[in-house]
């Protein structure tokens, strides 16, 4: 035992890299073995029947408030909001509130309608990317409840109907920063619907605001988007446009059983190296 | 112009291309895990070039030209009397640049005073508001919940909070009855800190998920591109590098 522990403790930790690298790699290529089952939060299942209570015609406003490095967890979320959205012929404005987003939200929105199904989807009737205008979203809910339209200075069929923001049905704000607590602490004030999208980092942050109702749906972070694609599946989406996220939830389980593997040896080195030097 | 268009289509825009890019520079940046090499401080250099660079070309585009020198233009060519108030801020915002000088520095200090006082003008009422909101859904009636577990996740919360408080309680020495109650908010707080340690790095791996993701889905490029990146990297630490030699003075 003493030979194993001096093994452990002077284990190289490239070694747990290679392994973490191949917990989250292996899965991919054999998922049959790695098919993971999982039950849906009662938070997603809030934004999935929002949104799905909608009528022909509602409009949906998307913060897109993410740049490259988050989308391997919120890329996914949006994705599927998108397309639930364009599924009841729910109208989607999206907003950027960070220059680097723009791209990564214009680039989504093409490989959307490059699906047969979503081919019909129009810009300016359908959907519109509102831009990025360099204020604070503080500033950007005060102008957009005096005149939705001008404060991005687009034009289009789609604003038909939508002269402020009070009446846009649903805000979904998708974040990795406390970005998304500037729509929170206004969301009191002017009385609108807010759901959020969150990494997984800071998504204990946001369960407070789900208790008072100033969040009204909360997807979180890789497993949000897994969840809400399975939802899109189970009521009649095509599993092969709609499972990035559930392909990586494989991984995840995998990766976080190596970790849990590692933090088990660590404590029983710890506890060991302590017994026996107490008894020294 | 031809010549360079053709170049550009079948480089930079042809999928192919990316693709490899794609899983060359994935593979770049992951063989910092093994050693600090060449490769990462070229991925590392080229990823701050092109983000900054994309960056000033996305800030030109989209803030500088319409919200900046195009109402200048306008401004010149009709002048309108609500330009004066786009003129004002103007030369408000252009008072920042006087904290480069030593002497007039002071000039700046205007512009920060209208944006420390919007700060808490806006800020603070909406803040308060927030934790007023936070602070009376706090103040349930404790056994009117629809369930026992609704009444202990209550006292649950309500306990974790006042003895996490009592550890930060210095005005009086950590014995007795208090010693014992900051000794369970030590573990409270340590629960908390493991939950966000573990929701940390859930959010570090999903995110490298994504990476895998790519490489697994083009294994013909990873193959080959680590088959390449190992060629390198050994030759490189076998021939080319050689580890620094620690003077006398460095070693102490």
Redesign the interface.
């Known amino acids: 035992m003493e030979k194993l522990v001096k093994v452990l403790k002077k284990l190289d930790r490239?070694w747990i890299?290679l392994l973490?690298?191949l917990s989250?790699?292996i899965p991919?290529?054999i998922t049959d073995l790695f098919d993971s089952d999982f039950s849906i939060s009662k938070e997603t299942m809030r934004v999935y029947s929002i949104i799905d209570g909608f009528n022909e015609g509602d409009a949906v406003f998307i913060d897109f408030a993410f740049d490259p490095?988050?989308?391997?967890?919120l890329l996914p979320m949006v994705e599927q909001v998108v397309k639930h959205c364009f599924d009841k012929k729910v109208r989607v404005f999206i907003y950027y509130p960070y220059?680097?987003s723009?791209?990564l939200g214009q680039n989504l929105l093409s490989d959307i309608l490059k699906e047969e199904r979503y081919s019909r989807m129009e810009n300016g009737v359908d959907f519109i990317h509102l831009?990025?205008?360099?204020i604070d979203v503080?500033m950007m809910v005060f102008s957009t409840y005096s005149d939705f339209k001008s404060t991005f200075g687009n034009e289009g069929k789609i604003f038909k109907g939508i002269k402020t923001m009070a009446d846009i049905k649903y805000i979904m704000t998708f974040s990795g920063s406390d970005h998304s607590e500037s729509y929170?602490?206004?969301q009191?004030?002017f009385g609108y619907r807010l759901g959020a999208g969150v990494?997984?980092?800071i998504?204990?942050d946001f369960v407070?605001y789900l208790?008072?109702g100033?969040l009204d749906g909360l997807l979180f972070?890789?497993r949000g988007a897994a969840e809400y694609e399975k939802l899109r599946q189970k009521h009649g989406a095509d599993k092969i446009h709609n499972q990035?996220a559930n392909?990586?939830m494989a991984?995840?389980s995998m990766?976080?059983l190596v970790?849990f593997l590692f933090i088990g040896l660590g404590n029983f080195i710890y506890f060991y190296e302590r017994k026996h030097k107490s008894k020294t | 112009m031809d010549i360079i268009n053709t170049v550009i289509d079948s480089t930079i825009l042809n999928h192919t291309f990316q693709i490899w890019m794609s899983v060359l520079f994935t593979l770049m940046m992951l063989s910092f895990l093994f050693r600090d090499n060449p490769l990462y401080k070229l991925g590392e250099n080229t990823f701050l070039g092109i983000s900054l660079g994309y960056g000033w070309v996305q800030l030109w585009n989209i803030t500088v030209v319409p919200f900046l020198v195009r109402p200048i233009k306008d401004a010149y060519l009709d002048f309108q009397p609500y330009d004066l108030t786009f003129i004002f801020w103007l030369l408000m915002g252009c008072t920042m640049f006087f904290r480069f000088s030593r002497n007039k520095a002071w000039v700046a200090n205007y512009y920060f005073a209208f944006v420390f006082a919007y700060a808490a003008g806006y800020e603070i009422p909406v803040l308060v508001q927030a934790l007023f909101i936070q602070g009376s859904n706090m103040m349930k009636p404790l056994f009117e919940q629809p369930s026992f577990f609704e009444i202990s996740k209550w006292f649950v919360i309500i306990f974790g909070t006042f003895t996490a408080l009592m550890y930060f309680f210095f005005s009086k020495p950590h014995k007795g009855l208090l010693g014992k109650t900051a000794k369970i908010g030590i573990l409270i707080l340590m629960i908390n800190f493991g939950a966000s340690f573990g929701a940390t790095v859930m959010g570090r791996i999903a995110l490298f998920i994504g990476r895998a993701q790519v490489l697994a889905t083009n294994y013909e490029a990873s193959i080959v591109l680590v088959i390449l990146i190992s060629i390198f990297l050994f030759v490189y630490f076998k021939f080319f590098h050689k580890e620094a030699q620690l003077d006398d003075e460095m070693m102490h």
């Not at chain 1, 490095?69 to 967890?73: D, G, K, M, S, Y």
Request: hydrophobic fraction near 45%; charge should be positive; include cysteine.
């Open positions: 490239r890299f973490i690298f989250c790699i991919f290529f490095t988050l989308q391997a967890e220059l680097t723009i791209g831009g990025y205008i360099p503080d929170i602490l206004l009191r004030r990494t997984a980092v998504g204990p407070p208790q008072t100033q972070g890789l990035k392909l990586g991984s995840l990766s976080h970790m």
